[in-house]
């Protein structure tokens, strides 16, 4: 049986996770240690996607930009880690982390489900949708609110390899149709 | 006499061999810019990586292909070869730049 994960609103569920940070009625902004903790989440996933597609797919294309996520969201998380532990800023957890965490088990179980072609447009569907959520909610909330001029600063620079990685699934995603 | 042929050795350079120029390309936010360059045979070109992962710089006829340039490092290529090369990161294809080699008629080979 054929699943398309593009059926699930991940993308939505990602964009309500990074909005939903406090109950209802209460106006507070993400802290620095927060950002710091929900992009330390936000890369471990997608890292963790890639692993599994390059332990599953069999498409050199899709394995190479699976290779490449697992790089390049490692050398982010290295340069996020080393920002934190030079401002002596830790990571905390918090609500948006928290539910990204909790969505990506639930994609991370259909994905492992499939195999072949469906495991292909599957991971790279997801893919798409999850660099568009990362990117809309980096330039939306993560950087307008971070304090630290060097959090915001590293959020500014990583910013173009989020969408270089979109624009890169959505090549892949064409080409998979 | 001596002084004669020492002379014809030194007035070419006197009358200008046209200098080549050194011209960079940033890499920066997974873009190359400018992303369409226009060099002169002969020109050195400086990519320079100000991101934070490593890129290439390859040309899809093959014409040049640069080691992974790391994050604050510089990969130079001296053009030898007249045309329109259109090149690319390896790992990031996306990411595409047009380099265009002019010839001068007083470099030709």
């Not at chain 1, 909005?19 to 209460?26: D, E, H, R, V």
């Not at chain 1, 401002?87 to 499939?114: F, R």
């Not at chain 1, 072949?116 to 893919?127: H, L």
């Not at chain 1, 173009?160 to 090549?171: E, I, N, R, S, W």
């Given at each position: ?20 940070l406090?109950p ?82 639930e ?43 060097e ?27 | ?19 080549s ?7 920066q ?80 080979p």
């Amino acid at each position: 049986m054929r699943v398309s994960l593009r059926s699930l609103p991940f993308a939505a569920a990602v964009g309500f996770a990074f909005l939903s940070l406090q109950p209802a009625g209460a106006q507070t902004v993400p802290s620095d240690p927060q950002i710091v903790g929900i992009v330390i989440a936000a890369n471990d996933i997608d890292i963790t996607y890639g692993k599994l597609a390059l332990s599953k797919t069999k498409d050199k294309q899709v394995h190479d930009f699976a290779q490449q996520m697992v790089t390049d969201h490692s050398a982010v998380q290295k340069s996020v880690m080393d920002l934190g532990a030079k401002l002596h800023v830790t990571p905390a957890d918090n609500p948006i982390a928290a539910s990204l965490k909790k969505q990506a088990i639930e994609t991370m179980a259909k994905l492992k489900g499939l195999s072949g072609r469906a495991f292909d447009k599957a991971y790279i569907d997801n893919e798409v949708a999850y660099h568009t959520a990362v990117i809309d909610a980096v330039s939306k909330v993560l950087i307008p609110n971070a304090q630290n001029a060097e959090v915001k600063a590293a959020l500014t620079g990583a910013a173009p390899l989020f969408v270089g990685h979109l624009d890169h699934a959505k090549m892949l995603q064409s080409k998979l149709q | 006499m001596r002084w004669a042929l020492l002379a014809t050795l030194f007035l070419p350079c006197l009358w200008g061999a046209p200098a080549s120029h050194v011209r960079t390309i940033l890499i920066q936010g997974f873009k190359f810019q400018p992303d369409t360059l226009t060099v002169e045979f002969g020109d050195t070109v400086t990519w320079r990586n100000a991101d934070i992962v490593p890129h290439t710089v390859t040309d899809g006829t093959n014409a040049f292909h640069s080691p992974l340039i790391r994050p604050n490092h510089t990969w130079k290529l001296v053009v030898k070869k007249a045309g329109t090369f259109h090149y690319s990161c390896t790992p990031h294809p996306n990411m595409m730049g047009i380099l265009v080699v002019e010839k001068i008629s007083a470099r030709e080979p």
